[in-house]
């Protein structure tokens, strides 16, 4: 009964709690462009679709980026398609000039295939489209010269509801799930390709129809299973709904994170420690605890420093970032930890540590923020668990191994007040 209201705590705490904001948001833009291009004055709601995981009510509260698309006239098609060149380009400069009138302090800008509005709350990403007679949409693309596309995002919403509905309201929360998953671990995942394998998952599965919240674990040790029997080298699945490619993100990363998260969660049922791994798994939105566990076995008092990235921005992982270290020693040849770690090695004391950002596909710019943590009864009895979230915007951070204990870096990426990447390098340091 226990894990059954915890879930139901934790599945109902990552809900989006926005929802009125985003659509008094979505509602203004309407307005702007319902009169710009049909000379409606007054409506919030014709002609304007919200898309993506927002629209396939998956999101996740914190969520970063909102879909919307805005059904233009096909005069307007006409129009432009009759250009001799990349009218497509010329269509999304005139949708951004237009919105620029009714946000002139706002950072817009229309390049690719969206028209892209950068609010402090999060970005909104406007694809120009115009609705076909079966309710699928074409959209510009400026690349090589321009074209015209096709999306279906009305069948995917439609889908990911039936499957809500098949599953008696279970479908939602574990999509959401996958998603704290993602965000609190660190890696690329997108919220289509998230959605697409758990409805195969729910659909080879009946459903889960007869199962109830108090199944909820047995379910997600199921789904990390699925995930990872995944082909990693996959170059695309056929999305929910629409069955337009949907593309592997991050070369499948997560096929081998879902691989450790289905060991530790397998492990945990059989030591009975499963709050404790689910924590690990989700973080502190599952937990809704944010503090510091010290040994109450230790007779000495420590400070409770620790602060967590998801109580100071919202966390929205989308790209990758990769942190490594230098460790450097008088007289050897210096080594880097994640070849250490490869290697089954550990690290003694009074070495040199120069941890760095390796790789990220995150463009600049963006804010860096380091985090080092140190961990064990050597931590505690010095008073020294540290844990606090700096801003440095360097990509290197200088240390020294002073004291044993398992510790470990967190670098994270933000923009725009939202965490984007995020990465996390043990340091296990031994006295001999």
Not at 262 to 289: H, P, Q, R, W
Not at 411 to 415: E, I, M, T, Y
């Given at each position: 009964m226990?894990?059954?209201?915890?879930?139901?705590?934790?599945?109902?705490?990552?809900?989006?709690?926005?929802?009125?904001?985003?659509?008094?948001?979505?509602?203004?833009?309407?307005?702007?462009?319902?009169?710009?291009?049909?000379?409606?004055?007054?409506?919030?709601?014709?002609?304007?679709?919200?898309?993506?995981?927002?629209?396939?009510?998956?999101?996740?509260?914190g969520n970063s980026d909102l879909?919307?698309?805005?059904?233009?006239?096909?005069?307007?098609?006409?129009?432009?398609?009759?250009?001799?060149?990349?009218?497509?380009?010329?269509?999304?400069?005139d949708v951004k000039n237009t919105l620029l009138e009714k946000y002139p302090n706002s950072d817009i800008s229309g390049d690719g295939q969206v028209v892209v509005i950068a609010f402090n709350k999060y970005t909104i990403e406007l694809v120009p489209a115009f609705k076909q007679s079966d309710n699928r949409f074409k959209y510009p693309d400026t690349h090589n010269g321009g074209s015209w596309k096709i999306t279906d995002p009305l069948s995917e919403q439609t889908e990911c509801l039936d499957c809500e509905n098949q599953s008696n309201n279970k479908y939602f929360d574990f999509c959401r799930m996958v998603r704290c998953w993602k965000n609190n671990i660190g890696f690329k995942f997108g919220g289509l390709l998230i959605d697409t394998l758990v409805y195969n998952f729910f659909y080879d599965n009946d459903y889960f129809a007869n199962k109830s919240i108090e199944d909820y674990t047995e379910i997600l040790l199921q789904l990390f299973d699925y995930l990872k029997s995944q082909n990693k080298d996959q170059t695309y699945w056929y999305a929910v709904g629409s069955n337009q490619q949907v593309y592997n993100s991050d070369n499948g990363k997560f096929v081998s994170k879902a691989k450790k998260a289905?060991?530790?969660?397998?492990?945990?049922?059989?030591?009975?420690?499963?709050?404790?791994?689910?924590?690990?798994?989700?973080?502190?939105?599952?937990?809704?605890?944010s503090s510091t566990y010290v040994s109450k076995s230790f007779e000495f008092n420590c400070d409770n420093t620790e602060e967590f990235i998801e109580n100071k921005f919202s966390v929205d992982i989308r790209y990758s970032l990769t942190i490594d270290c230098i460790v450097s020693q008088n007289?050897?040849?210096?080594?880097?930890?994640?070849?250490?770690?490869?290697?089954?090695?550990?690290?003694?004391?009074?070495?040199?540590?120069?941890?760095?950002?390796?790789?990220t596909d995150c463009m600049e710019p963006y804010d860096i923020y380091w985090k080092v943590r140190n961990v064990g009864d050597e931590a505690i009895r010095r008073n020294m668990i540290r844990g606090n979230i700096e801003k440095t915007n360097s990509k290197i951070k200088k240390e020294n191994t002073n004291f044993k204990g398992p510790h470990y870096v967190e670098?994270?990426?933000?923009?725009n007040g939202v965490c984007v990447a995020r990465d996390r390098i043990d340091v296990p340091i031994k006295s001999c």
């Open positions: 226990r894990m059954a209201s915890d879930f139901n705590s934790f599945c109902d705490n990552i809900k989006i709690k926005n929802f009125e904001d985003i659509t008094t948001t979505t509602g203004n833009i309407a307005k702007k462009l319902n009169k710009a291009y049909y000379d409606i004055s007054d409506d919030s709601e014709s002609h304007m679709y919200i898309v993506g995981s927002v629209g396939r009510k998956t999101a996740v509260n879909d919307i698309l805005f059904d233009l006239p096909a005069e307007i098609y006409t129009k432009y398609n009759d250009y001799e060149s990349n009218g497509q380009s010329a269509l999304l400069q289905f060991e530790k969660l397998n492990e945990a049922i059989e030591n009975e420690t499963i709050e404790d791994t689910l924590s690990e798994l989700f973080g502190t939105v599952y937990s809704n605890d007289g050897f040849r210096d080594k880097m930890l994640s070849i250490i770690l490869f290697t089954g090695g550990y690290l003694a004391i009074d070495k040199r540590l120069t941890f760095k950002i390796a790789d670098c994270f990426l933000v923009k």
